[in-house]
């Protein structure tokens, strides 16, 4: 099976399979303050991820590239993030590193955005040379490094040591020219990573959470034979990542993502500490589904409501969301209780 392939396919089934939404966030609820003293036009989206200001808190995440018919897809992802100044990542550039003709179909990003934030997107156990050389690709201002153990392992043709990555990581940390953001494809991450990631020096990370896109569950759908069923609910979900994560809030810069459908679980992701909220599925689906108008006033629907948001919490700031209370019910709270997360 061919890189090419592969990426047409997850593109596929990322719009064909049903969105299950238990990303936690049902579990968690703002508390409503009735006086908030706030003035709508004072509140701002502006944050700061690897010191560099993004105006908008919701980032588009790793996609696509490396095969012609995602070339267009980029593409329209890169408008989008023009007209609505978000920060945009390109998918893992591993096919472009292996074969030159496919640069094109992440240099586009770049082209039609040259003043916009861009990320660049690889494994975790690339090089330094690698990932230098998929930032110069597209001017990246910051780099993935993703981890997705349990897609590799259920993809047929995937990787199958994961061994000596956490000292790949830190190299790169240390000798790529620009902030490096280490991710998740959707599985999450909990305290035992979280550490590990604040010993490699890593700057910002990503905690991509179960609910949203499941690579266990595409995978499956690009295996014959037997399918790696009982593993498509392995992982912590978005709302369980973020919690695991507080006492790493100062460690490193947080991204909350996974499985956000729109404005309020953007703003629990803040209220939980998230710098950012990135974005996949939820808005590759209407804009393949409905075009770039449409995708471009989903977005600015959910500034204007993370904006209402905001004001009814009395905040200016999207980082002073996390200075609220919020309430946590349900699997998570039980989930919190067992690890001893106040
Ligand atoms: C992805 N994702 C992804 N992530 C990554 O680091 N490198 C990649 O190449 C890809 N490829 C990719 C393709 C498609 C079609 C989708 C929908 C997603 C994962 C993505 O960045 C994100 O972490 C997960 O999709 C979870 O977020 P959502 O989709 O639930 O918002």
Redo the contacts with the bound molecule.
């Keep these: 099976m061919s890189i090419e392939q592969r990426?047409l396919d997850?593109?596929r089934y990322?719009?064909e399979l049903p969105v299950t939404r238990n990303t936690g966030f049902s579990d968690l609820s703002f508390v409503h303050r009735a006086l908030p003293e706030c003035d709508l036009a004072d509140v701002s989206l502006a944050t700061e991820i690897g010191g560099l200001t993004f105006s908008s808190p919701i980032l588009i995440?790793?996609?696509?590239?490396g095969a012609d018919q995602t070339e267009r897809i980029n593409r329209d992802l890169a408008a989008l993030a023009q007209r609505t100044g978000l920060a945009m990542?390109v998918?893992?550039q591993r096919a472009a590193l292996k074969d030159e003709r496919l640069v094109r179909t992440y240099a586009i990003v770049r082209e039609l955005n040259p003043d916009g934030i861009v990320i660049g997107?690889l494994g975790a156990g690339a090089s330094v040379k690698d990932a230098q050389r998929a930032v110069d690709m597209i001017g990246a201002d910051l780099m993935?490094l993703?981890l997705?153990v349990a897609q590799e392992l259920t993809m047929p043709e995937g990787d199958r040591s994961f061994q000596g990555i956490a000292q790949q990581i830190r190299e790169v940390v240390e000798g790529l020219s620009v902030p490096v953001i280490v991710?998740?494809?959707?599985n999450g991450m909990a305290a035992e990573t979280y550490e590990q990631l604040a010993e490699l020096g890593v700057p910002v990370v990503?905690v991509?959470?179960r609910?949203?896109?499941n690579?266990v569950s595409i995978e499956n759908q690009r295996r014959s034979g037997l399918h790696f069923q009982d593993l498509e609910g392995w992982g912590q979900t978005t709302a369980v990542s973020l919690l695991e994560a507080q006492p790493y809030l100062n460690r490193y810069d947080l991204i909350g993502?996974?499985?956000?459908q729109n404005a309020l679980d953007a703003a629990k992701c803040l209220a939980l500490g998230a710098r950012a909220v990135?974005?996949?599925?939820?808005?590759?689906r209407p804009l393949m589904e409905h075009g770039l108008e449409a995708a471009v006033e989903l977005v600015e629907h959910w500034h204007a409501e993370l904006r209402a948001v905001l004001t009814l919490q009395g905040c200016a700031r999207v980082t002073d969301l996390a200075q609220r209370p919020l309430i946590v019910r349900g699997e998570t709270a039980e989930w919190c209780r067992l690890r001893g997360i106040d």
């Design positions: 990426k997850h593109v990322a719009l995440n790793a996609m696509t590239g990542a998918g893992s997107n993935h993703h997705n991710k998740e494809v959707g990503d991509a959470g609910g949203g896109t690579f993502s996974g499985g956000v990135g974005v996949a599925g939820a808005i590759l």
